[in-house]
């Protein structure tokens, strides 16, 4: 296995401090009691830079980050081993909620969203992504941008890891991700809700044919437990994810990422770098604790992905 020795660079902008809620039954208009509470990371790129590291791969995230919540979050990245270069800003972190129920494998979530940025506070960001070095670079930019940056923020992301010569890994909806296709990256990961925001009403295939023809070099979009389409100018393939018993899904696009950028990082195959990624999909959502990755969950699961030219029907 040839590994590159340069940390993957996750871009994630809206973090927040995570609060796992275990209850028997939820009844709604009544009093729930929670059996348990967790206190974990979240945000799509912190999960997302936290599986990285935790496929034994150097990461770096890049955020934003505020208050008691924020120096909270920047406590338990360290104590994972993940590298947080961040913003300070005037907004406090959000606290975000996920609600299990005994036996549903479907989870509720309260999110909160993040406080507006000020002015000056992407500038500084901006300032920030200058300061590295993105040459053959593997970047992933993943969720929602925060209020107060610039409809084009990921697109100013996509040049310059372009321009480097680097692989940008898309994973975030709507006209952000849009304005960034012109800059070609590597990889748009989409989930097949986002791919209808986008688009409106085109199916799957128009659809990544689509996203091609706007500048992205491939297109997986997941459905979840449902079979994942990918899309390149030569070829689409279907990809069957492993039946499991979920314990909690919420991460699980990440975790897709996650295992892309570092399969990719270790020069795999296409199709061992796409079987990975649906393997950590899968083995993220057998955890309490979004943005968990056992390796030895992702090898079983691995062996298990059914990947095969997309037929059609």
């Known amino acids: 296995m040839n590994t590159s020795t340069q940390p993957i660079i996750c871009c994630g902008f809206t973090p927040c401090v995570q609060r796992i809620l275990e209850f028997g039954l939820i009844k709604k208009g009544a009093v729930n009691r929670a059996k348990s509470v967790t206190l974990a990371i979240g945000g799509k790129g912190a999960n997302t830079a936290r599986m990285v590291h935790q496929l034994g791969q150097e990461v770096l995230l890049l955020g934003f980050s505020g208050g008691p919540n924020g120096a909270l979050l920047e406590k ?142 491939s297109v997986l979009i997941t459905r979840g437990s449902r079979s994942a389409l990918y899309m390149d100018t030569e070829q689409t393939l279907e990809l069957i994810p492993p039946k499991i018993q979920a314990v909690n899904a919420v991460g699980s696009g990440d975790a897709v990422t996650a295992g892309i950028a570092v399969a990719l990082a270790q020069r795999h195959s296409l199709h061992e770098m796409l079987i990975q990624g649906i393997a950590c999909g899968a083995a993220n959502a057998l955890n309490l604790v979004s943005g968990t990755l056992l390796m030895e969950d992702v090898a079983l699961l691995r062996r298990k992905v059914q990947i095969s030219k997309f037929s059609g029907a």
């Open 76 to 217: 338990m990245l360290g104590d994972e081993g993940v590298t947080f270069r961040h913003v300070q800003t005037q907004g406090e972190t959000r606290i975000c909620q996920t609600l299990v129920e005994d036996g549903h494998s479907e989870t509720t979530e309260l999110v909160e969203e993040m406080p507006p940025l000020h002015a000056d506070e992407w500038l500084r960001m901006v300032e920030l992504l200058e300061e590295l070095d993105l040459t053959n670079s593997i970047v992933t930019v993943s969720g929602k941008l925060p209020a107060g940056a610039p409809i084009d923020a990921y697109a100013q992301i996509a040049q310059r890891v372009t321009k480097a010569g680097g692989k940008l890994i898309l994973d975030a909806p709507g006209e952000p991700m849009l304005a960034a296709l012109k800059y070609n990256p590597f990889l748009l990961k989409i989930n097949d809700v986002e791919l209808q925001q986008a688009l409106g009403g085109e199916d799957l295939i128009d659809g990544c044919r689509t996203l091609i023809e706007r500048g992205a070099q």
